[in-house]
């Protein structure tokens, strides 16, 4: 069971996105995916399950209102099968989820808790995909702790190198701790057409050695998944938008299940390298 967490220390990259674009594609690849809301925002669990939802999810199962361990629900009890999706949602609350983070704020001992919750669902899934806030707190850590992949989102935009930097800090101080190898950078919003783009992705693929380095096109298409609660393939399937999305499951797939080498020529024509 490979399990990945989608990471910036900001806000606004497009983690949620790739999360919403790459879960239903890795499905369509016979693989069984969950996938855990662990932003208290809820972009997610909302897409999938539409706003003013109230179901069980990943705060029942840290334990929110510091419940006893042995009295919190396990994840397979509490996950939500999304049909449209071909994928399990372990659920993010607003509410819930933002008084757990404050909990785990002063108690750091619990980062640890998403790890151990994992556990119990030992090989009932290929993957599982994490969303994670776009902060350093302490849910952001205890998906780190939890993974045993990172992927990192960054934009396409000015401070995109910046927060990369900084987001090396954390992660470098995170692996004294847990054992977790960075997969590679997906860059949101690129446009193939801009020095920008095309400068921010080819400096970090020269200070880094990731195995995969992705791009996924800016579109409104992809926007419209949060909309109408469909991943992209049902919204604009064979377009640009819909594709990137197929290729970086493709890759992901290929260098974890062990489906041989990724096809990188196309990114790696896109980026220009």
Known sequence: MFILAYVNQKGGTGKSKTVLGTAPELAARDRR???VDADPQATVTNAMLGRGHDVSGLAEVLGSGHVAEEERPKIGSVVVPVAEWGVDLLASNFHRLGVLETEHTSDSSRVVDLNYALESIGGAYDYVLIDTPGNLGPLVMGSIMAASHILVVIDSGTEALEGFATLQGALKRAARLSEFEILGVVSTRYKAN????????????EATSYPL???IRESTKIGAMNEQRLPIGKIAGGRPEHLDFVELAQQI???LAGSGSPDTAVAHERIGV
């Open 33 to 35: 995916v969950l996938v």
């Open 253 to 255: 797939d290929s260098l």
């Open 194 to 205: 801009t020095d920008l783009s095309r400068t921010v992705l080819a400096s970090v693929r």
């Open 213 to 215: 380095y992705a791009t």
